[in-house]
């Protein structure tokens, strides 16, 4: 924080009372006079001439400066001072992001190891989804479970910490124990539809080959393309057929061409995280072209040190005229 005035063109205003002070003419008052009994004859005898008399009241320099001081306070307020940071840009909100999340009873394998403990895709995901939620700074994210069933675990917010609390909340099985891919990017396209951000992106984690109980994923991903959804796909461990799971990596790269996204895989913690850190850079976080500095205002510091200044001044002048009459 620096400290700044914003209008230093008013301390111009200092001179005004110096110019007053230099003009203004000598005050003349009438001074009270008691006349007793035989005046006039007093004066006669005393050869003493009758004249009206005025006093002059003579400029008093202690109570110049004591006002010159209160202006001078009063033009600091004015001038508004204040505490002002340093610029810093700030987040605009410019896309939906819609994380679409396979919790069927095959991500409940425990082959992960985060953090030197063994967990299950589920768990080895949401902790580190976590991360990757709390950076997405410039998005409004979505959550859709699913398994037999897609359905909304959170709508498009702003609350990443509320986001990545419901991602906690949820547990394998409770969509079905089926995997159902076309249904769930049906459903994300519904939840889109609702949402008035036109830049609108799709996160799909699977681990699975879908089930095939509805609507297919080819299928599913042209109405994607229609709506300008672009999907990323995340396959989750290793691909049929290479002596790994039950991954459909063509359909999920399918998917991923078809709408212009990407299709990654991954097999352990560090390339799950090497997953996220390509997809900040192929959907970065967008900042506002306008700058704002904090400021703290300290315009009350003057201020109130004038209206100090003003009853002391008050006051003492107020003493120092009792003391006069009294004596």
């Given at each position: ?12 205003l200092?001179?005004v ?8 003419p ?29 006093w002059?009241?003579?400029k ?11 202006w ?13 940071g ?44 976590k ?19 897609a ?63 509805d ?23 290793q ?15 399918d ?10 895989n ?62």
């Amino acid at each position: 924080m620096t400290f700044e005035i914003a209008y230093k063109w008013v301390f111009l205003l200092a001179v005004v009372p110096l110019i007053i002070y230099a003009i203004l003419p000598v005050l003349h008052k009438r001074r009270a006079a008691l006349i007793v009994p035989f005046f006039k004859r007093a004066a006669t005898v005393s050869n003493q001439r009758i004249r009206r008399r005025a006093w002059i009241s003579r400029k008093n320099i202690f109570s110049w400066l004591a006002l010159f001081l209160v202006w001078m306070c009063l033009l600091g307020a004015v001038s508004s001072p204040r505490y002002v940071g340093k610029p810093a840009k700030k987040t605009k909100t410019v896309r939906s992001f819609l994380i679409a999340t396979d919790i069927s009873f095959s991500m409940a394998t425990t082959d992960w190891h985060v953090g030197g403990q063994r967990l299950s895709r589920w768990g080895a995901i949401k902790t580190i989804m976590k991360g990757f939620i709390k950076d997405r700074k410039s998005d409004q994210i979505g959550l859709v479970m699913f398994g037999s069933n897609a359905y909304l675990q959170s709508p498009f917010t702003t609350d990443l910490e509320t986001v990545s609390w419901l991602m906690d909340q949820t547990e394998v099985g409770m969509a079905g124990q089926m995997t159902s891919i076309g249904s769930a990017i049906a459903y994300g396209i519904n939840v889109f539809k609702q949402d008035t951000i036109k830049q609108k992106v799709m996160l799909l984690l699977t681990d699975g080959i879908d089930s095939g109980q509805d609507i297919l994923p080819l299928d599913a991903s042209q109405a994607a393309k229609r709506d300008s959804i672009v999907i990323y796909t995340i396959g989750i461990g290793q691909a049929k057929g290479s002596g790994g799971y039950d991954l459909d990596e063509k359909t999920l790269k399918d998917i991923a061409r078809t709408t212009g996204g990407q299709y990654f895989n991954a097999m352990n913690e560090g390339q799950l995280k090497k997953v996220y850190a390509t997809l900040d850079k192929l959907q970065p976080v967008v900042y506002d072209e306008e700058t704002y500095k904090p400021v703290v205002l300290l315009y009350y510091y003057p201020l109130a040190a004038a209206v100090l200044l003003a009853l002391a001044f008050q006051f003492l002048n107020g003493t120092i005229n009792l003391f006069r009459r009294s004596s």
